[in-house]
T-cell receptor, first 116, second 114 residues
Framework: AQSVTQPDIHITVSEGASLELRCNYSYGATPYLFWYVQSPGQGLQLLLKYFSGDTLVQGIKGFEAEFKRSQSSFNLRKPSVHWSDAAEYFCAVGDAGGTSYGKLTFGQGTILTVHP | DTGVSQDPRHKITKRGQNVTFRCDPISEHNRLYWYRQTLGQGPEFLTYFQNEAQLEKSRLLSDRFSAERPKGSFSTLEIQRTEQGDSAMYLC????????????FGPGTRLLVL
């Protein structure tokens, strides 16, 4: 069964500092990987996704993520954090086929706090 | 493209009452998912529709839960005899018929069972 681990429940950074959110997954084949962001009381907004090809993917709002098969990781990065980035971030793995119809398995989430 | 919409956004009910939520997917998307998110957790898969057919249900979906998508467009999720443990955010997502693995989420319905 697929699973996702986000080791950091809460991260605090200063505005302008760099950011890396960790994500490790367990999946039997090449996964579909996603990062979503959720503001309080809101739904999920897609930041970026990896299906195949270039292992460094660019997303919206200046975010990027790198797929590392050898480490089963898909860490999210941003070189300079803005106060508006404060939110909860979820990593997810999607089942590419079989009988699971593409359902997503999410990590527990990482809450990002940004200090001025 | 107006996005996925959900109604109501918030629902407060008393234990034992029935509640029904509605999801309207993006119009050209034939695939629809329901997820449940409890406080401090990531969303968990509940059920999947392709057009009007419900093709997969999670073990989380007890017999008090029923979901429908009668015409392959909007979907409803009903919870009968609600329990306090049903308090959560219920999220709906849709996905294109072809050419995409990305699920687009609605704003969710937050349920509080007193």
């Amino acid at each position: 069964a697929q699973s996702v681990t986000q080791p950091d429940i809460h991260i605090t950074v200063s505005e302008g500092a760099s950011l890396e959110l960790r994500c490790n997954y367990s999946y039997g084949a090449t996964p579909y990987l996603f990062w979503y962001v959720q503001s309080p009381g809101q739904g999920l907004q897609l930041l970026l996704k990896y299906f195949s090809g270039d292992t460094l993917v660019q997303g919206i709002k200046g975010f990027e993520a790198e797929f590392k098969r050898s480490q089963s990781s898909f860490n999210l990065r941003k070189p300079s954090v803005h106060w508006s980035d404060a939110a909860e971030y979820f990593c997810a793995v999607g089942d590419a086929g079989g009988t699971s119809y593409g359902k997503l398995t999410f990590g527990q989430g990482t809450i990002l706090t940004v200090h001025p | 493209d107006t996005g996925v919409s959900q109604d109501p956004r918030h629902k407060i009910t008393k234990r034992g009452q029935n509640v029904t939520f509605r999801c309207d997917p993006i119009s050209e998307h034939n695939r629809l998912y329901w997820y449940r998110q409890t406080l401090g957790q990531g969303p968990e898969f509940l059920t999947y529709f392709q057009n009007e057919a419900q093709l997969e249900k999670s073990r989380l979906l007890s017999d008090r839960f029923s979901a429908e998508r009668p015409k392959g467009s909007f979907s409803t999720l009903e919870i009968q005899r609600t329990e306090q443990g049903d308090s959560a955010m219920y999220l709906c997502a849709s996905r294109p018929t072809r050419g995409g693995e990305t699920q687009y989420f609605g704003p969710g319905t937050r349920l509080l069972v007193l």
